[in-house]
């Protein structure tokens, strides 16, 4: 939300648009600005009506629960809010684990379709915009701080077929890709969307995603040629799920409980299917006018750069 709010501080007046958060300290950030602003509280559905009066069109930022029942209490009082209040379109943030397809099996996937299917039968106009996975997180999935040396990850559960599931180490960290896509860029590309106007995307699930994949292998020969001077200080070991999250838990520096890890056991089976392998057809360089910043660029960036500081940090690493 902020990079959005970012390209529409640059390129629309202030006037036409109102901020909502749900800490009424932050007004006086935005009225500032020139800014309206109101008090959204996911978890207080009394606010909603005030905040979406006189709304048109509504830019609704998923919660950030990993809890997907709050969530889908959450998403639903918004969906029925906007709709006693009037909103002729609705823009929500969906995740882009399976991209166009509705089938990823990752549990924090689940959430987003069941905010599309609100969106569908609820008959307000609606985009759902499928967000590619940040690349600034990449700490996050592999648990990776500046002193890790050793990544420990998941081992996939083994599928139907045997002889597809490999549990050779050197194989999972080459085989497994992920899509990483810049931050600011989506949040500048998903501005440039809604500025376009619902009638082009009515009803519709889009995809905004850069297009290069890492996989494990090529994101840790980043961090030891940009971290660590070229020297192969980190490894990868892949261990059964429950040794998984019992180790994770045991030793995390940034002191995240052991659901964090059960949840993101989830994360990494999807990315052994190819779920976090997205293809975005191209939307996003389209409407950004130009390439996406490649993942393995943005990540070189974010190291080198964090290198006076002791290391590139992602915050949602810390409890």
Known sequence: GAHVLEYFLAHVDPATYAVASS????APEFTAQGLAFRTVNY????????AFAAVENLFFVSSNTFDNERRRRQHQDVVDAAKRA???HIWYTSLAFGGHTSTSQVAVQQAHYLTEEMLRVSGIPYTSIREGLYTEAFPLYFNWYPSTETIVLPQPTPSPTPSSTTTDPAQLATTQRITFTARQELGHATARLLLRGGARYRD????LSA???LSVREIVDLINEHHHDGTARVRVEF??????VARQAAADAGGKAAGFFAAMVSWHEGIARGEAVVEGEGLMAEVLGREPTRASERIR????GARAEGGYTWHQNYA
């Open 239 to 244: 261990v059964p799920a429950a040794e998984y």
């Open 211 to 213: 297009r290069e994949t």
């Open 204 to 207: 519709r699930i889009v995809v």
């Open 43 to 50: 978890d207080d559905p009394r606010t909603l009506a005030t």
């Open 86 to 88: 009037g909103v002729k």
């Open 23 to 26: 800490n009424p300290a932050k």
């Open 301 to 304: 960036a974010l190291l080198a």
